[in-house]
Structures are given as C-alpha cells and as structure tokens.
C-alpha cells in the first residue's frame, strides 16, 4: 500500500488506507473467493497522471508548510489526495453504471492476447516510473504520449546524476525479493507459513537507514512522517470530476479488466465461476465508497491474490484477517516506517510486477497458434507503451473485432447468421459416444458460448460416471496443449477397468474452419474439464486454418 500511493503521487500513508476498506467492500460484493482488492499499480499510476496535472509540485511552495486538520498533513498533501479521491469516486461510478448496464456480457470482447499485451505494457509503464527512485534521481514528472521515451531520454542525459547508495540499495533489495519468492514458490509445498519477504525486507531497511543515519549521511531519500490512525470521511472535491473524465475512465476499464483475468484465474484453479457483470458491482463500489475515506483507486491486487494461494485460502474471510494486519500497520507500525527508503519501495513495487512482466513468453504460444494473435499483442503492447493503459487496450479491442470480421468471410463453410452463436449438433452413436458437430469458426466472439454448450453436455454425460483419481487427471489434462504428448496416461492395473468404461465425446471439426487463441484454449478447457468427469475427447475432421 506504501508503495502505491507514492506511485498514485499521494502521501504513502494513503495506501494504507486504500489496502483496508477496499478489500472490505469486494469481500461482501465481490464472488472472487480468492481475490484480495486493495492498491493496485496500473490504477495507481493512471491516478498519478490527475494528481501532477491538477497539483503540481511547484505549488508545494506555498501549502507545503500549512498543516490541516486532517492528519497533521500539509494542504498540499490534501489536494494530492483530494484528486486520487475524485478519480476513485468517479471511475467507481462508471463501474457501477456499467453493472446496470450489464456490459459484464461484453466481456468477450476483452480476449487473452489484447489483456496479456495491455497489462504488460502497462506493467512496462510502472517500472519506468520507478526509476527515478530506483537510481535515486531527481527528475520532473514527465506523461503523455511518447512519455516513456522522454523518461529515459533524461535519464540518459543526467545519467552522472545517479546515487550510488541506492543504485546498490535497489540492485540488493530485488535480488533478496526474486530468490526468496522464487524459494517459498518452490517449496511452498513443504513450508507450511510463507516468508512475508515484503514485510521483513520493509523493517530490516527501514532499521538500518535510522541507526546509519543514511537519510542525512547517504542523502538516501526517505518515506517520512507516517500518521497514525484513520481521519473522519471527508467527500471527495466534486468540482474537479469533469477535469478527471480521461483517467476516471482509465481507472474503470484497466482496473476491471486487471481483476476480471484475476478473478478468472482463480476460479479456474480452484473450479468456480465468478459472475462478469457481478465484478463490476464490487468494484465499483471498492472505489466509490472508499473514496470518502482518502483512498486511492483500487483493483485486485496481486500481490495479496498471491498470498491468499499460498496460505490456502478457501473464501474472503482469509482476506478480512488481513484487514487486521492492515489496521495494526496503522495504529501501531505506521509511525517507525519513517526511515524506509524510498529505492527499497520502488523495489518492492518493480518485483510485484513479475507476473505481468513475465507475460512476455506468452509470444511463444501466440505464434504458435495464431500469428494474427500474435500481431495483435505485439501491436497493443507498442499503443500501450507508446500511449496509454486505456489507449492499448482500445485499440486491442477493436484491431480483434476488425480482423474477425475481415477473417469470418475467408470461411466458404460459414452462414453469416451464425457468428455470434455456436449451433452444436448432438448424435447418440452408442450409449458411451456421444458427437457434437462444431459448425463455424470458433473465435472470441463465440467460445465461450461454445464451451457452455459442450459443458452442459459434459454434465449430462457424466451422470452416474465415477471420477478419476487425481493423479490421473494432471497426467492427462494438458495433452491437447503439449505437441509431444501421445494422449496417453498410463494408470495403475487397478484402474484399468474403471478406464475401460470411460465415455467419449468426440468433436466433429468439420466445420471448424478456423480459430484463434481464445478458441484453442476452449478446447483445451474442455478436454480438461472431461477429463475430471472421466470422459474422453477426440477431434474429428480437423482441417481448420488459422
């Protein structure tokens, strides 16, 4: 929460805030069971941009020494946070108009590649702007279109300028962060209670900068006075809401679409299903009512999600415990994080976007199955770091549906009627067979339509049948995604009668003429999915193009 908040241009001491209440507000609205709301880097970053347009620093000079009422922070610190609270307010409530509206059912349109490549571009984005703390320079804000060249244009040209205390400080912290996460990954089987390395990596720094005395020997920059306690709600300025029209919107696609792979992901993991047009609800309202309470926008946090996985977490009271935790930072350990250094911050927050930043390989498995996939994530990832979070992933939304459309008339075997629905086509060959007859092109547009239709007829199949023991299931469940693979498990003897009387489902891709990413992963999610209900699948007449 620190760390975002000083990526959000706001005091760090509104981070905390923004790790409490939000995460309340998702755990009673949100259906994620294992995800954590809270401060997040792509909103934060995208608020940043409000707050140094509408309270630049140079008006530091006049409010920084008139202390408010709020805190005992400056006025110039209330303005900061003032306007974070508007973009919260705002982007909250078009979250909210959108439930109304039931966009959740347009999320279609949101397909892997174009998320992939915008969380990762602005992931890309989120570094660069950390490292000015990671060097320890001192550099003016610098945003808009083409901003992140300009970054690193100036580092380059004040390049002498760079600490060497932090410079060394930051290469050491992430180096600690990376190994001691890559080990509790490892053998977080074996472990029963994760290493917080954040939280000992916070303290550790943070003791050895007040007893060196760097602050003042090193000029190491330093997080400063943290107050203690939670202020009264205060309403956000609401004559500045037309003035944060352009990140209110940021907020509100970026930090949904953010939460929505997370939440996905999770309840794919643990099989549950998360209600799209619900997550708009809990989102917005993590933002709207927090908004009176100086918090920053938020969205599902990573970092927390992550922790919430290792620690076994089975629904959102896990996530509340951790609310405790928060409120301890703020009444009790708030105050002694004065001397944390600000490189270690910027370290914490670069490490914690490892798992977008990693999103890279996902070019491998692009080309692999669609170049135009792959196309469409390269090009966003530039519009991305070229523009804007939003930006890129405008642009990702309409390039996908333009090349749809331009690729649906390329299948002679397609009536036009039916491209935004699946017709599956059901004939019993025997008791235990059961052919499903795929007629069009199976692409973002329609997938998941098609993966609830087989679904339901996986359901009805399965009736009576006796699941098969896990291990068999991980042997068998990622053949159709590895090329080496023979589609064979070998099980114990024992098991061999109870395979014999597997059901088959056999897909007849006759009329499958082409597919792209979104549509393979289907597949592969129903030969999983089939797999758990002792059912097998096989593809017939394949002959698609892509």
């Known amino acids: 929460g620190l760390a975002f908040a000083v990526l959000s241009s706001v005091h760090p001491v509104f981070g905390l805030y923004g790790s409490l209440f939000p995460a309340i507000i998702y755990a009673v609205f949100g259906m994620g069971r294992h995800v954590a709301t809270g401060t997040f880097a792509l909103t934060s970053l995208i608020s940043a941009n409000a707050v140094e347009r509408l309270v630049p620093p140079v008006s530091s000079n006049f409010t920084a020494n008139r202390s408010s009422v709020v805190l005992g922070l400056s006025e110039f610190e209330m303005q900061r946070i003032g306007v974070a609270a508007a973009v919260s307010l705002f982007g909250g409530l078009i979250q909210v108009a ?5 966009l959740g059912s347009a999320t279609f349109l949101l397909t892997e590649p174009v998320i992939s490549a915008m969380t990762t571009g602005a992931a890309t984005h989120v570094v660069t702007s950390q490292v000015k703390y990671l060097l320890g320079m001192k550099m003016p804000y610098i945003s808009g279109p083409l901003g992140f060249f300009y970054i690193y244009a100036y580092i380059f040209e004040n390049i002498k300028s760079i600490q060497l205390e932090a410079l060394l400080l930051s290469v050491l912290s ?22 917080p390395i954040d939280l000992v990596l916070i303290i550790t720094t943070s003791a050895a900068c007040y007893y060196a005395d760097m602050e003042y020997s090193y000029g190491l920059e330093v997080v ?30 970026v930090g949904y679409v953010a939460s929505l792979a997370l939440a996905q992901a999770s309840a794919k993991k643990f099989n549950y299903s998360v209600d799209d047009n619900q997550e708009f609800l809990a989102h917005g309202l993590s933002n709207v009512i927090p908004s009176f309470l100086f918090c920053i926008p938020s969205a599902a946090a990573m970092g927390r999600t992550a922790l919430l996985y290792s620690t076994g977490a ?59 996939d792959w196309s469409i994530w390269v090009s966003t990832y530039v519009f991305t770091i070229c523009f804007a979070a939003n930006v890129g992933l405008l642009y990702g939304v309409v390039c996908t549906i333009l090349i749809v459309v331009f690729r649906f008339p390329r299948a002679t075997t397609l009536s036009l009627k039916h491209t935004k629905e699946v017709e599956c086509r059901l004939k019993t060959e025997a008791d235990l067979v059961k052919i499903v007859s795929v007629n069009n092109p199976l692409v973002f547009l329609n997938a998941k339509k098609f993966h609830a239709d087989v679904l339901k007829v996986l359901q009805k199949e399965s009736t009576g049948v006796q699941p098969l023991p896990e291990e ?29 009387d597997r059901h088959t489902l056999i897909l007849d891709c006759s009329g499958l003429t082409f597919f792209d990413y979104t549509g393979i992963s289907v597949l592969a999610q129903i030969y999983a999915d089939a797999k758990k209900r002792n059912i097998d699948v096989f593809l017939a007449n394949c002959k698609g193009k892509y």
Not at 98 to 102: A, I, R
Not at 176 to 194: D, M, P, S, W, Y
Not at 476 to 485: A, D, F, M, V, Y
């Open 98 to 102: 959108m439930f109304v509206l039931h």
């Open 472 to 500: 068999v299931n991980k042997c068998e469940q990622n053949t159709l995604l590895n090329p080496l693979s023979n589609g064979n498990c070998h099980g114990e003897p024992s098991l061999q009668q109870r395979l014999r």
């Open 224 to 253: 400063g006075h943290i107050p203690e306690g939670i202020p009264l709600p205060r309403s956000p300025p609401m004559d500045i809401l037309p003035e944060v029209v352009t990140e209110a919107f940021g907020v509100a696609l």
């Open 174 to 195: 992430i180096v600690i962060l990376v190994l001691v996460k890559e080990l509790n990954e490892k053998f977080k089987a074996k472990i029963k209670v994760v290493l």
């Open 314 to 372: 089975k629904t959102q009271v896990a996530c509340l415990i951790s609310c405790i935790l928060v409120l301890v930072v703020i009444y009790a350990v708030g105050p002694m994080l004065y001397w944390l250094p600000m490189c270690v911050l910027a370290s914490i927050i670069v490490v914690g976007l490892k798992g977008m930043l990693v999103q890279f390989r996902d070019l491998k498995k692009y080309w692999n199955v669609d170049k135009v």
